[in-house]
């Protein structure tokens, strides 16, 4: 009735369970009330819980995960043909839908990473462009964001007051992540993950955000 703004809030998503652990961290107007779904798509033909919750969904934002790391291409070509059965469900034009390349830091592997990443996001791109346009369907506009969710958790948590908490994501990221943390910052750490200090833990942090696409997205 106009009476309520319900112009887009800016919202940090931290991590699930904080973020609905109080009202106060989603900054929402008074009588807004906000749902997060993890909805894994129709699992079969007569998949009736999911698909009446899909029709529901028609003002939602849907976060749609594409996984930068999947190589085979059957796996591929069912996600994006899910993804247009379930544009189909909801009417078959969704302005609010974002498509998340997670994973992408897979291709820091390569000698050219820089390039590697632009030209699979390209492809992707252009796939499901091509996918859309067969159906005859319209997202507007085609949100398109890069992300690493791991290693964008671990630099939350390397700055927890737990003690444990924080030298188990530090120890993760230096073994699973390290080609994320500028060689500047590297080369300054204790091989030691439990001698870094907290200025060095958060220094992981911000840049592990950044280079994760984690303050982009």
């Excluded at 887009?8 to 009202?23: C, F, H, N, T």
């Excluded at 993890?38 to 028609?58: M, V």
């Excluded at 507007?140 to 958790?153: D, F, G, H, V």
């Amino acid at each position: 009735n106009g009476s309520v703004d319900i112009s887009y809030p800016q919202i940090r998503i931290e991590y699930p369970i904080r973020l609905l652990a109080k009202d106060s961290r989603l900054q929402l107007p008074q009588g807004i009330k906000l749902q997060i779904v993890d909805l894994p798509g129709l699992s079969h033909q007569e998949d009736i819980e999911n698909l009446s919750l899909l029709k529901t969904c028609d003002r939602a934002l849907f976060l749609v995960t594409y996984n930068s790391a999947e190589t085979d291409r059957q796996k591929v070509n069912m996600l994006l043909q899910g993804v247009v059965e379930q544009i189909k469900i909801i009417g078959g034009l969704s302005k609010n839908m974002c498509f998340l390349f997670n994973r992408i830091d897979v291709f820091h592997g390569d000698k050219d990473w820089i390039a590697s990443e632009e030209k699979f996001v390209a492809r992707t791109r252009a796939e499901i462009d091509k996918l859309l346009t067969k159906h005859h369907l319209q997202i507007e506009p085609k949100q398109i964001a890069k992300i690493s969710t791991m290693p964008a958790l671990l630099s939350l948590l390397i700055k927890s007051k737990d003690e444990n908490e924080r030298i188990e994501a530090a120890s993760r990221l230096d073994r699973n992540f390290n080609f994320l943390i500028p060689e500047g910052i590297l080369d300054d750490l204790p091989r030691n993950v439990q001698k870094w200090s907290e200025y060095e833990c958060g220094r992981v942090a911000d840049a592990v955000w950044q280079t994760a696409y984690a303050d982009r997205f």
